[in-house]
């Protein structure tokens, strides 16, 4: 077995086999699977940043053959405690070290930058793979992984309740596919290197396009109860006179979303940060549609983000979801993604799918988004270790 080497992004023929490797073991079993293009994922390893550190690394077999994959993620400016990561261990090459191997590599990348809460994901699909929205979705060889990929955006990107925040954590059922009490190859792969699962979160998905006059009709129930707000659009680069309230709203994010047991500090949003991540986007050939709530006394009230890239624009991406506390209770969830469902699909009527991830004890937006017509696919497990 080879020592892990770290790969160069700025190498084209050494990244490109690096994420052919990576890419089939996120995708692995799982038809719903999204994942950051290979030119996406790129574009954020090699362009630098002020809030972001990433590596990528492979591990090669006696043949040279790269077998596994590791990812880390390193939050530079808030949450500066913490390393994201993916390791992904080719199914024909697994129960021969390598997981255990990268995981050793992972250990040491800790230390180096000084982390000490490790995050990964375990994604346990809850249909068949014969349910899959198309062919190209689904793997063409098999593998394991332990992730922490999510192409909506850099932050955290989970939905947040439009009404009030649940005071418990729950724990859902066994998705399909899983026997009860079994753990799947990636539960046990993270039990192995000492994770601990820490919250869990369901995966949808939403068909589109759907009827203009549902959409229509969803939003003018909604706006019942909200009037007074100004509901306001934008494509990709937000206004600069909302950029500060829209920064101050972001920072609220992640603190707003159920986290579990996730040890998390609240992200630290302003206009070079969201300038930043636009930029990012442009590179990416990524589109955004932001729709945000403005209160009757001109103040933010909530806001939703849908993505869109020119690389695959069958696949839509549903960001940050959030209604302020002070304005919830007005049905402005419903009518933010009312509205940016609609603002996008005048721009793109083809087929498209929208993924979409939500705590299960997220009854609000959980409601919002079954108004909508979303359905499960994927059981999302983040896992964590403390070292």
């Given at each position: 077995m080879s020592t892990p080497e770290r790969v160069d992004p700025h190498d084209t023929s050494a990244y490109n086999a690096w994420y052919d490797a990576f890419s089939v073991a996120v995708n692995d079993d799982r038809p719903y699977a999204v994942l950051w293009s290979r030119d996406e994922l790129r574009v954020g390893l090699v362009q630098d940043s002020a809030y972001w550190a990433k590596e990528i690394w492979a591990l090669r077999d006696d043949a040279g053959e790269i077998v596994g994959t590791l990812f880390v993620q390193l939050p530079l400016l808030d949450n500066a405690f913490r390393l994201n990561a993916t390791i992904g261990v080719l199914r024909e090459a697994r129960r021969r070290g390598h997981g255990r191997t990268l995981g050793r590599l992972l250990e040491d990348r800790a230390r180096q930058h000084g982390r000490t809460a490790l995050v990964?994901?375990?994604?346990?699909?809850?249909?068949?793979?014969?349910?899959?929205?198309?062919?190209?979705?689904?793997?063409?060889?098999?593998?394991?992984?332990?992730?922490?990929?999510?192409?909506?955006?850099?932050?955290?990107?989970?939905?947040?309740?439009?009404?009030?925040?649940?005071?418990?954590?729950?724990?859902?059922?066994?998705?399909?596919?899983?026997?009860?009490?079994e753990p799947t190859a990636g539960q046990a792969f993270a039990t192995a290197l000492g994770f601990s699962a820490a919250n869990f979160?369901?995966?949808?998905?939403l068909e589109l396009p759907l009827d203009p006059a549902v959409l229509e009709q969803l939003a003018a129930k909604a706006a019942e109860r909200h009037a007074g707000y100004e509901l306001r659009t934008w494509r990709d680069r937000c206004p600069d006179d909302m950029i500060d309230e829209f920064g101050a709203l972001m920072s609220t994010f992640v603190l707003e979303a159920p986290q579990g047991e996730l040890e998390v500090e609240a992200e630290r949003w302003d206009a070079p940060r969201i300038r930043e991540v636009e930029a990012q986007n442009r590179a990416r050939r990524r589109h955004s549609w932001t729709t945000v709530a403005i209160a009757p006394d001109g103040t933010l009230a909530g806001h939703t983000e849908l993505h869109v890239g020119d690389d695959d624009p069958g696949k839509v991406f549903q960001s940050g979801t959030l209604v302020a506390p002070a304005h919830r209770g007005h049905r402005l969830g419903l009518a933010l993604k009312a509205r940016n469902h609609l603002e996008l699909q005048r721009v793109h009527d083809g087929p498209m799918v929208v993924h979409t991830w939500n705590g299960e004890q997220n009854t609000a937006m959980n409601a919002v988004n079954a108004h909508l017509g979303y359905r499960p696919v994927e059981r999302v497990e983040e896992w964590q270790r403390r070292d």
């Open positions: 990964a994901q375990v994604d346990v699909p809850t249909l068949p793979a014969s349910s899959a929205p198309s062919a190209s979705s689904a793997p063409t060889r098999a593998a394991g992984a332990i992730s922490r990929v999510n192409p909506a955006s850099e932050p955290l990107a989970h939905e947040i309740p439009v009404g009030q925040r649940a005071t418990s954590e729950v724990d859902p059922p066994n998705a399909q596919g899983a026997e009860a009490g979160e369901m995966h949808r998905v």
